[in-house]
């Protein structure tokens, strides 16, 4: 699948924030290379809800700069990262040098990323904010599916449809304001910031695809997996919404009149047989 020109301007916009997430503090790589035992805050939370990983082959699509990946082999995993941004891979590759982690990194489209990586694997993760950036879910699960081995576990936790459905300017009320379901046309961006750390990128365009999340598991039900389990949630790792607060865990909710009106997150399990 070529790159249109949505997806191109997406390329450009994480290449671009390759150099300013790398001195972020909200990636730390200063401390994951100094800690060993370091896992990343996503990995970290997702690590009881995927099981043990070790000795499983594990690949990690839309891994940017593999810290997630990286942490996943910290607890045992033999791990191969996918992203289609080189400088992101590069950095991947670096963080892996640098802190003695080992991680194979690939650059690759996610849906070319088949042809470039003709593997399977025991295990496909993807993390959270990966599916926005995919204009097709059919084909995105046909992926996935395609990369697991007999048996194996395919496991995501994503922003969920409805939050990214919701007016984020709004700082009082739940307002719907994006599509909810997969739509031909993108959502416009023009933010030439990031969500992590300050700086700016040159290349400020983006387009983004919601999918709904019953088109999400009718897709890799068709693909041939089976859901085994679905979870939603109440909290993020970021500031979603301007009316939430932080807790003391580090995770980010709705005002408490307002925390169980709306999803805010979900994670999916599937196997293929």
């Known amino acids: 699948m070529p790159l ?12 671009d924030r390759v150099p300013i997430h790398w001195d972020s503090p909200v990636y730390d790589v200063a401390g994951f290379v100094a800690d060993p035992a370091r896992l990343s805050e996503e990995v970290a939370f997702d690590a009881p809800l995927l099981g043990d ?26 791990v191969t990262g996918v992203d ?12 892996s ?7 194979r990194f690939v650059v690759a489209e996610l849906y070319d990323s088949p042809r470039m990586l003709p593997e399977a694997f025991d295990i496909v993760y ?20 395609g990369f697991l081995a007999p048996g194996g576990l395919f496991y995501i936790r994503e922003g969920h449809p409805m939050l990214w459905s919701l007016d984020w300017r709004d700082d009082a009320a739940l307002v719907v304001r994006y599509p909810y ?17 300050p700086g700016t990128v040159t290349h400020a365009r983006t387009y983004e695809w919601n999918h709904g999340l019953g088109e999400v598991v009718t897709a890799l039900v068709d693909a041939g997996l089976q859901i085994t389990g679905l979870r939603e949630f109440r909290e993020l790792e970021w500031q979603g919404l301007p009316q939430m607060t932080q807790g003391e865990d580090g ?3 709705l005002p408490q009149e307002q925390r169980d009106l709306v999803p805010l997150m979900y994670s999916l399990w599937a196997r293929r047989p």
């Open 126 to 145: 993807t993390g959270v904010g990966a599916l926005n950036w995919l204009p097709d879910i059919r084909r995105w699960a046909e992926v996935v599916a």
């Open 97 to 103: 040098a640098a802190s003695g982690t080992p991680g």
């Open 251 to 253: 995770r980010w909710r």
């Open 53 to 78: 990983v070790s000795g499983k082959r594990l690949l990690h699509l839309q891994c940017h700069m593999g810290r997630d990946t990286l942490s996943w082999a910290r607890l045992g995993a033999e």
């Open 4 to 15: 249109d020109e949505h997806r191109r301007a997406n390329r450009d916009n994480w290449d």
């Open 181 to 197: 379901f997969e739509t031909a046309e993108p959502i416009v961006d023009d933010d030439p910031g990031t969500y992590a750390g």
């Open 84 to 95: 289609f941004s080189a400088p992101a891979i590069a950095a991947a590759r670096r963080l």
